[in-house]
């Protein structure tokens, strides 16, 4: 890999697929994902254009405090029902709303942080590139999908750092 290089007059947007992390982060570490940090590091002192976070919403609402944090962060939620279907199978999934606002987006960055380990992703990152955007990947290197860690320009294993990206309960 080549050396990396951030400048500081980079267009960032970040894309945060917050199922995604927070079960990395709840299955690995027993606890939550510390998203102040997780930005920060994204951002590295460049120019952060937009940051979203993608939420499923719950019938009980338990979600209402999480997003609240993340707005406190300057990250725009994405929100979206949790689906329900018949015989109580349960589906919740950001990916192409994660990929339209990505591809959306990219016209006014430089470069594109996906923090999600999902494997489903490797075709939008490889679009973005062949687009001249610089694609970053940030999850939890024992949940991420190594393809995704190859085609990305940088991948960021935030489970190298757990004291940094984890909250615990």
Known sequence: MTNIIKHKNQRVAVFIDAQNMY????SLFGGRVNFKELLKT??????????FGYV???K?????PFIDALLSLGIESREKDLQEFFGGAKKA???????????R???????????????DFIPLVQYLQNQGRRV??????????????EVADEFIDLAEDPGKYILKR
């Open 23 to 26: 079960h990395s982060a709840k």
């Open 42 to 51: 994204a951002v590295a002192g460049r120019q952060l254009i937009r940051a």
């Open 56 to 58: 499923i919403r719950t």
């Open 60 to 64: 009980t609402g338990e979600e209402k």
């Open 93 to 103: 999934d950001w990916d192409v709303g994660i990929a339209v606002d990505a591809i």
């Open 105 to 119: 987006t990219m016209e006014i960055v430089d470069a594109i942080v996906i923090a999600s380990g999902d494997g």
């Open 136 to 149: 970053e990947v940030m999850a939890f290197g024992p949940s991420a999908s190594g393809k995704l860690r």
